[in-house]
C-alpha cells in the first residue's frame, strides 16, 4: 500500500517568507510526528499528533513553527518568517501504535532558505 | 531518555558480516531497543526491535547482552545497497516516544 508521503519535495524560500509542508499519513494511523533534519544529523523531533490532538510541541525551535491536523489525517507544518538555520530536511513519521516503534517515515522535503 | 553512543563511521566489504555496536548505559527498565537505517534523500526506516537476548528477522540480528547497557545490530553479508547511516535508539514500547535520534553510524560497503 501506499506509505507516508511529503510536499513538496524540495522548497525554496527567500528569507522572511512564510512556508507550508504537507504531511500525508499512511491511512488509519493515530500518531503523527514530525522531524527537523539538518545536514549530516540524525533527524530531531519536533511535535507529535494523536488524531487531531497535538500532544506535545515540545521540539518546535520558537513561535515561528506551528503545525495541525485538523481532520486527524493530513497535517501540515507552517514556518513562518523563515531564517537561513531553518534550512533543514522535514520528516514526516506515522504509525499505528500497535506497541511497537516502526515508525514509516516519509521522505522528506528538504527547505532550503537564501 | 537514554542517550546512546555508536561509531561514527565503519566500512566493510561486499559479502562480510557487519557488527555496530550501541552503548545506552542509563537504558530504562521499561526501554526498548530499536533500529533505524536511512538511505541519502530517505526518510529513516526502521529494521529491528529488541528487549532482550537476541531478536532476528530478515533483514537483521539484535543481540542484547544481559545487562541491557549495550546492544549489537548485525547484519550478514552486506551488499552495496546497504551502504547507509544506522541509528540506535532507546525508549518506551510504542505508542507515543519521541524516538531520539543520534547522529548514527555511517557504514561504507566497498566492492
Known amino acids: 500500500g501506499a506509505g507516508v508521503s511529503q510536499s513538496p519535495r524540495y522548497k525554496v524560500a527567500k528569507r522572511g517568507q512564510d512556508v507550508a509542508l504537507r504531511c500525508d499519513p499512511i491511512?488509519?494511523?493515530?500518531?503523527l510526528f514530525w522531524y527537523q533534519q539538518a545536514l549530516g544529523q540524525g533527524p530531531e523531533f519536533l511535535t507529535y499528533?494523536?488524531?487531531?490532538?497535538?500532544?506535545?510541541k515540545s521540539g518546535l525551535p520558537s513561535d515561528r513553527f506551528f503545525a495541525e491536523r485538523p481532520e486527524g489525517s493530513v497535517s501540515t507544518l507552517k514556518i513562518q518568517r523563515t531564517q537561513q538555520e531553518d534550512s533543514a530536511v522535514y520528516l514526516c513519521?506515522?504509525?499505528?501504535?500497535?506497541?511497537?516503534?516502526?515508525?514509516?517515515f516519509g521522505p522528506g522535503t528538504r527547505l532550503t532558505v537564501t | 531518555l537514554a542517550k546512546t553512543t555508536q561509531p561514527i563511521s565503519m566500512d566493510s566489504y561486499e559479502g562480510q558480516e557487519v557488527n555496530i555496536t550501541c552503548s545506552h548505559n542509563?537504558?530504562?527498565?521499561?526501554?526498548?531497543i530499536t533500529w533505524y537505517q536511512q538511505f541519502p534523500s530517505q526518510g529513516p526506516r526502521f529494521i529491528i526491535q529488541?528487549?532482550?537476548t537476541k531478536v532476528t528477522n530478515e533483514v537483521a540480528s539484535l543481540f542484547i547482552p544481559a545487562d541491557r547497557k549495550s546492544s549489537t545490530l548485525s547484519l550478514p553479508r552486506v551488499s552495496l545497497s546497504d551502504t547507509a547511516v544506522y541509528y540506535c535508539?532507546?525508549?518506551?514500547?510504542?505508542?507515543?516516544?519521541?524516538?531520539?535520534f543520534g547522529a548514527g553510524t555511517r557504514l561504507a560497503v566497498h566492492p
Open positions: 491511512s488509519g494511523h493515530v500518531s
Open positions: 542509563n537504558i530504562a527498565t521499561n526501554d526498548y
Open positions: 529488541g528487549y532482550k
Open positions: 513519521a506515522s504509525s499505528d501504535d500497535a506497541g511497537t516503534d516502526n515508525r514509516y
Open positions: 499528533f494523536q488524531n487531531e490532538a497535538q500532544l506535545d
Open positions: 535508539l532507546v525508549g518506551g514500547p510504542g505508542g507515543y516516544n519521541k524516538l531520539i
